[in-house]
Every structure is written in C-alpha cells, then in structure tokens.
C-alpha cells in the first residue's frame, strides 16, 4: 500500500475531489497581509489629498453622497488615479521580481536593462508633435519596451548570455536611449517640453480608468502565467549546469521570463512614465516576508502596488505644489540602494 506523501512542513494542501493545490505558508500569509494593506492604501489615498475636502467628506464622496463636485473630486479623478497607480506599481514589481530572477542580481531591474527607457522614448516620439504636450498613447510602451528587450539580447549575445552581461550591455542601453530622450525635449516648445518632462520623471497626473482598465486586463493575464511559471523560475535561480540537470530548457524559460518582464514593464511605463526604484525595491521587501524558498511573485507584485499609491499619496500632500510621484521613490530608492549594496550577503534573496 502507498502512503501519501507528505507536504513540505512550510506548506499547506488544498483538496477538492481529485484537485489538489500546495501553497506555501509564509508566502500565503504574506501575500494576504500586503493585499489587505494595499487595499487600505488605495482608500486612504483617495481620502486625502489636495482639494478643500475633509477625509469624512472625502469618505461620503466615494459612496455617492455629498455635494456634485466632491462626488466628482473623488470618483472621477481621485479614485482612478489611485487604481492606475495601484496597477503601474504592481506591473512593476511583478517585472522587477522577474528581471532579478531571470540574471540572479537584485540590481537587473526594467530600469538598468534599457526596457523602461525604451518603453519611454517611444511614447515621447509620438506625442513630440503634439502641442498639447499630453501623454496618451500607453499602448506604445510595451511596443518600445520589446524593442529595447530585443536590442539588450541581441547585443548580448541572446537568451544564453549570463546575467552580468545583459546588464551592462542595457546600461548602455540605458545612456543611449536617455540621450534620445533629452534630445527630443530639447526641440519641444517650453510647454509641451515642460509636460513631457514632468512625465519622464514618473507622473500619475490626469490618468484614469480609460489607462488602468487595460493594463489591468493585461496585469490579469500576466500575473496568473508568471505563477504557472513559477517552478521554472525557481529552477533559474541555481547555477545553469543545475537547471540543466533539472530538466530545465533554460533558453526557452529565459526567454519566457524575459518577455512577460518587457511586457509588464512596457504596461507601467505607459501608465506612469517611468517610476524609478519601485521594481528593484518591490521584490526585495516581498522575499524577506515570503522567505528565501520562493519566487515572491504576488507579493512583488503587491508591494509594488502599494509603494507607487504610497509615493503618489505622499507627493500630493507633501508640498503645496503637486510632485511627481518618481521625485518621491528617487528620493527615497537612493537610501534604499545603499542599504541593498551593503547589506549582508548572507540575506540575499536572488
């Protein structure tokens, strides 16, 4: 007779009939606390802000009563700037989680490897025509992002290459394409110029539900199959020769990896310009509350949410003047890289 074979003991198994799931313990109670505070902070951004409202007029407002235009100051501009916001940190961290794993460094983020940068300079050149100065084509983002994925493994030397070389050929990529980027503000008029700059710092200024739906429609599918990867993600964090005795097709899994992290970051970039230090941050803070036996992909995914609303939130209310929410994580990510460099090794994750 076969006995069953027992779960691993940081682990629980879900039966239904035939069905049966294993979810982590740690990872599964971590998860659970950072979608209950992610849900706290997209309703306490909403309740603050600029504006002559007080947080329990603000909390009548997004159920429907009060005046008309604290009903509107609350749905229509507050609410969905948050949950675009929500969804462009949460991109971003599910990419940078993807990105560390992929090159085993916690420092290969969408902003070193050229992909943010190349998600940015591609909507800047459609919108360098226009007198508006608006950012609105989003959907170029992912576009610029694969092109800038495309040329880093092309230079590198493609989906074999080792994790040291992709990244500094997409710093490279990086200089290059922020170069371009200064160029065509140099020959913008001062308005449009000024509006676009604001932008490629990281601005959530006027974006709403018409940007968050479909990024979150593509969150909602990206999300889910970077989960059925997970064993292979895993797998990716040994040394090849290790993988490869797995089992494991590493350029093929690289190459999975790599797309769905262009994507994701091409996604956020088209929503909030590129926010920096939220994909390196993200996945570091949700593998020290997973622990090291797991990829952190939901968590990263969440803490990333929750970062970018945090920043937005406290950009808004910090000065007199609106920030851009990127002022807010470069001030804060230049502490917290220092802390990564020098940090313990022993305490790595990736």
């Known amino acids: 007779m076969e006995h069953p074979v027992p779960p691993p003991p940081d682990s629980v198994v879900l039966r239904r009939g035939a069905l049966s799931v294993l979810l982590p313990r740690r990872a599964s109670l971590a998860a659970l606390g950072l979608g209950v505070l992610a849900a706290l902070a997209v309703v306490g951004s909403t ?23 604290a009903v509107l100051l609350v749905q229509k501009f507050r609410l969905p700037r948050v949950v675009a916001g929500l969804l462009a ?45 608006m950012i609105g084509d989003w959907w170029l983002g992912p576009v610029g992002a694969v092109v800038a994925g495309a040329l880093v493994m092309l230079a590198a030397g493609g989906a074999d290459s080792r ?25 913008q008029g001062l308005h449009t110029a000024s509006a676009i700059f604001t932008w490629t710092i990281g601005s959530l200024n006027a974006r709403g ?29 040994f040394d090849d020769d290790v ?24 996604l956020a970039v088209g929503v909030g310009g590129p926010i920096a230090f939220v994909a390196m941050a993200a996945p570091i803070v949700a593998g020290r509350l997973a622990g090291p036996a797991r990829v952190p992909l939901v968590g990263s995914a969440l803490v990333g949410g929750v970062l970018v609303v945090l920043a937005d939130t406290l950009a808004r209310i910090a000065t007199e003047h609106e920030l851009p929410v990127g002022v807010v994580t470069n001030v804060l990510g230049g502490p917290f890289l220092l802390w990564v460099l020098l940090s313990d090794k022993s305490n790595r994750r990736f």
């Open 47 to 69: 309740l603050v802000g600029a504006g002559h409202l007080t947080p329990g007029q603000a909390l009548n407002a997004l159920f429907g009563e009060g005046g008309h235009n």
């Open 209 to 237: 539900y018409e940007i968050a739906v479909p990024v979150g429609v593509a969150l909602a599918v990206l999300l889910p199959l970077a989960v059925l990867a997970g064993r292979q993600l895993s797998v990716l964090r």
């Open 163 to 187: 994790g040291y070389r992709v990244l500094v050929v997409g710093l490279a990529l990086t200089a290059t394409v922020r170069a371009i980027t200064d160029l065509v503000l140099t020959q």
């Open 243 to 266: 993988a490869a005795t797995l089992g494991t097709d590493l350029r093929r899994a690289r190459m999975y990896v790599l797309a769905m992290a262009v994507l994701l970051a091409g």
């Open 89 to 133: 940190g949460a991109a971003l961290g599910l990419a940078g989680c993807l990105t560390q794993t992929l090159s085993r460094n916690r420092l290969a983020t969408p902003d070193l490897l050229g992909v943010t940068d190349g998600a940015t300079v591609a909507i800047l050149v459609a919108v360098a025509g226009s007198t508006a100065g």
